[in-house]
């Protein structure tokens, strides 16, 4: 495991460049992302702006100035250029832009919220609070978004609706009340020959030089945030009923950072975050992350540097953890100042099932809405069969029409998009398909809006079909049942969701919970059809996705409606409300399972459990951070003055002789980490602090779940707060003995720490592991 975080390193390390460093000359131009001290600014200029065009570069080069969550700016040079910049005395780091991906109507009630009591009516449905979403943009016309009956917008709010292609000043309103588009580093991109690609000029033909969504995925995720009361939604007949967001009232401030088939760039990231804190929001939702796997250090990471600004001013950020999973140490967007929301389903499932001709039902899930096959056997072929791989993926013309026309044609999942493969097929005059899961997916299954009678189906069941197959004169049927209800268990763990331990720090858990992201139903743009594909033509008002781009907006939710009910709380308080009242155990009151292999899951998978809002409205105490606090944790991993700098836009003074420690950041899960190169008995303490934000005349007695073969002491046992006393510490200490200690499959045993009062369960996941640190 050691290994293996240091290999993550180095491979990250020489994506960038730190200040002063040579880099080999490279007539490309890249656009990169320059760190400077602001402080260094000579008084003769009247604005950053003007000592960057003087002293640093042409201005017609300069593509975003950075003056809020960072100070600095990107440009389009030479990496010779940026190299000699790069040493520039004022210069504290250099990075090259990067490019991120998107991680892409009961699930309110599925995390704890009920009409007219709880937090929706504590907090007024989130009222007046401001949620910014980083995404795709928006369809403003849909219902979702409407302001009826919705007070004056919030006379803090500074932003603005900015106008473009089919977006005008009548699109936003008092729900939508601001919108931005950040395009300049995607432009960028597309001109550099051999540069990042994916980017280049704003195609008018599928995209929006505007705040508008060309894509579905911004839309998607603003209404499941914030979306209001919508009657009569469903996606082509699928999950009928009320669609709502999680906090319904809140408003809407939309940062178009994505484009259609392009992804999103740090440098339009960036600017994004600088608009937003300026602008006044009160929670950004960011469902995004690296494309690669690979998480950068915090300081060359502009995400965790802008969210890093943005919570240092008091704004809740919430983040994907990615779709990587069920691959352990796949979580990414790592920061402690991040919210890292990993995903799982709802009760709610869309089934159907293959019937093989010699009566076999085998289960798997669809939203086709098209005219059906139910009931008359076509042929079943596997073109995987003769042992080429893109004839298995069913790949563009790499069909047979020979071979599957007519036919139910068995695909394997992966390399292209799951929807694309039935148009292969339909191609090839094949009349259906069986979407199979590999062994990496598992039974994990999602719900596709396929345009020809389509079912997907679990590793299991694929190699059933498959063996079935290779009989000879198969045949089979799909059978598609709509909507069900009820579904046991649920929650469980989706088989996509980014799992921990975090490559980064392990001391520091990730994800840190997890909320609904599988088949969930929310607003969709006009601009494609369900499928996302240029060849749908369909409409729809409402679309089913899944993936951790739908789990983060339910906490952004959740954020909005806590900061309305507490709005002296801090982003990291907030936090900690949602994370010590997660849920482990699902609805039947077991514990979680994992959707991949039915398994028991661990806090690597669900971090502290599952969103429930019941119980994050009143948490009886809290685990608050300062921006000291984390200032001590970047000194605890070895970050310097001028490194920290970079991030938290000041100095920092290091303590040289009583060096911090990274697991005494006084995070809501706690971490025990032990050098695997020490034997015998070997013990570790750590601190955290609690704030009573219930009842002032509470006693909290402590209730310790010790990992198997783990000595666990908690001093004190008892917590006392009156009105004098609303902070208190509290010691853990893990005893091991590495001669009898077995870890896990995942290099980890768990338990927790928890303190109870009568009325509140504070819980915290706790971690023992064995690695050793970078």
């Known amino acids: 495991m050691a290994l293996l975080l240091c290999s993550l390193f180095v491979v990250v390390f020489f994506f960038f460049f730190v200040a002063g460093e040579a ?88 995390v704890g919220l009920r009409n007219q009591r709880g937090l929706w009516s504590e907090s007024d449905y989130g009222s007046d609070v401001i949620i910014g979403v980083f995404d795709t943009g928006i369809w403003p016309e849909r219902r979702s978004f409407s302001d009826l009956n919705l007070g004056p917008v919030p006379k803090r709010w500074k932003g603005v609706c900015q106008t473009g292609g089919r977006f005008t000043s009548r699109n936003c309103n ?47 995720t603003a209404s499941t945030a914030a979306g209001r009361y919508v009657f009569k939604a469903s996606m082509a007949g699928y999950a009928a009923g009320i669609a709502k967001g999680v906090a319904p009232k809140a408003r809407l401030a939309v940062y178009k950072v994505c484009w259609k088939g392009s992804g999103c760039f740090d440098s339009d990231i960036l600017a994004a975050f600088d608009a937003a804190v300026n602008d006044g929001v009160d929670v950004i939702s960011i469902s995004i992350g690296g494309g690669d796997g690979i998480s950068s250090p915090y300081y060359l990471d502009p995400i965790a540097i802008g969210a890093y600004g943005a919570v240092s001013r008091g704004v809740f950020v919430s983040s994907s953890a990615g779709n990587d999973g069920p691959n352990g140490m796949s979580v990414t967007n790592l920061a402690p100042w991040l919210t890292t929301v990993g995903a799982g389903t709802i009760d709610r499932n869309f089934p ?92 994990g299954l999602v719900g596709d809006a396929h345009l020809i009678p389509a079912c997907s ?55 840190d ?21 240029d060849s749908d033509g369909r409409k729809t008002e409402f679309n089913i996705l899944s993936g951790t781009s739908m789990s983060c907006p339910h906490v952004s939710g959740a954020a909005a409606l806590l900061k309305s009910a507490h709005p002296d709380w801090s982003p990291a308080a907030i936090k900690s409300a949602i994370m010590t009242t997660a849920s ?23 971090g502290a459990g599952h969103l429930n809002l019941d119980l994050a409205m009143d948490p009886g105490l809290v685990y608050d ?54 034997k015998g008995v070997l013990s570790k303490t750590m601190v955290r ?28 046992g008892k917590l006392v707060f009156s009105d004098k006393v609303r902070e208190l510490s509290y010691y853990v200490t893990v005893k091991i003995d590495r001669s009898n200690l077995v870890m896990g499959i995942s290099g980890a045993i768990f338990g927790s720490v928890s303190w109870v009062d009568g009325k509140h369960v504070v819980r915290s996941p706790l971690v023992v592991t064995q690695l050793d640190a970078l």
Not at 589 to 604: H, I, R, V
Request: hydrophobic letters at 35%; proline letters at 7%; a positive charge.
């Open 689 to 716: 602090r609690v704030r009573n934000v219930g009842d002032v005349n509470s006693v909290y007695t402590v209730k310790v779940e010790a990992p198997k073969d783990v000595t666990v002491v908690v001093r004190p």
């Open 174 to 220: 008092r729900k939508i009340v601001g919108a931005r588009f950040f395009s300049k580093g995607h432009e960028a991109a597309g001109g550099m020959g051999g540069g990042i690609g994916f980017g280049g000029a704003i195609n008018d033909t599928v995209e929006f030089r505007s705040p508008r969504d060309a894509d579905g995925h911004g839309t998607h």
């Open 23 to 110: 880099v080999v000359s490279d007539p490309t131009v890249k656009t990169y992302i320059f760190r400077v001290d602001a402080q260094s600014k000579p008084s003769i200029f009247p604005t950053h702006y003007h000592w960057y065009t003087s002293e640093f570069t042409e201005s017609a080069t300069i593509l975003h100035v950075y003056d809020t969550v960072f100070r600095g700016f990107s440009a389009s040079l030479t990496s010779s250029q940026a190299s000699v910049l790069g040493k520039n005395p004022s210069v504290l780091a250099v990075f090259e832009d990067r490019r991120r991906e998107l991680h892409t109507t009961r699930s309110p009630q599925f």
């Open 513 to 533: 919970l997890i909320a609904p992201g599988v088949n969930i139903l929310a607003a969709w743009t006009d601009a494609v059809g369900p499928t996302g594909l």
């Open 625 to 678: 951070l300062t921006n000291e606090d984390y200032v001590s944790f970047l000194c605890s991993i070895g970050y310097g003055p001028k490194t920290i700098q970079v991030i938290t836009r000041s100095p920092a003074a290091c303590p040289m002789r009583r060096k911090p420690v990274p697991e005494n950041l006084n995070y809501p899960s706690i971490a025990a980490m032990f050098s695997t190169g020490k």
């Open 352 to 443: 159907a099932e293959v019937i093989l001709g010699d009566g076999r039902k085998l289960a798997g899930v669809s939203l086709y809405s098209g005219p059906a096959i139910s009931g008359k056997k076509y042929p079943l072929v596997y073109p995987g069969k003769s042992g080429i791989l893109s004839a298995s993926l069913c790949m563009d013309n790499a069909l047979d029409p020979n071979l599957v026309k007519g036919k139910i044609v068995i695909c394997d999942r992966g390399s292209s998009p799951r929807v694309a493969k039935g148009l292969v097929v339909k191609k090839a005059g094949g009349v259906g398909m069986i979407l199979s899961n590999g062994v990496s997916n598992g039974e």
């Open 457 to 511: 189906v679990g590793s299991d069941e694929g190699d059933v079909i498959k063996a079935y197959a290779a009989t000879g004169r198969a045949t089979a049927t799909i059978n598609f049942k709509g909507t069900v209800l009820g579904i046991k268990p649920a929650p469980v763990v989706a088989s996509f969701s980014g799992r921990g331990p975090n490559g980064m720090n392990p001391e520091i858990l990730k994800p």
């Open 584 to 606: 482990t155990v699902n609805k039947q009151l077991q514990p979680m399972t994992d959707e991949s292999t039915g398994n028991a899951t661990t806090p690597y998978d669900f």
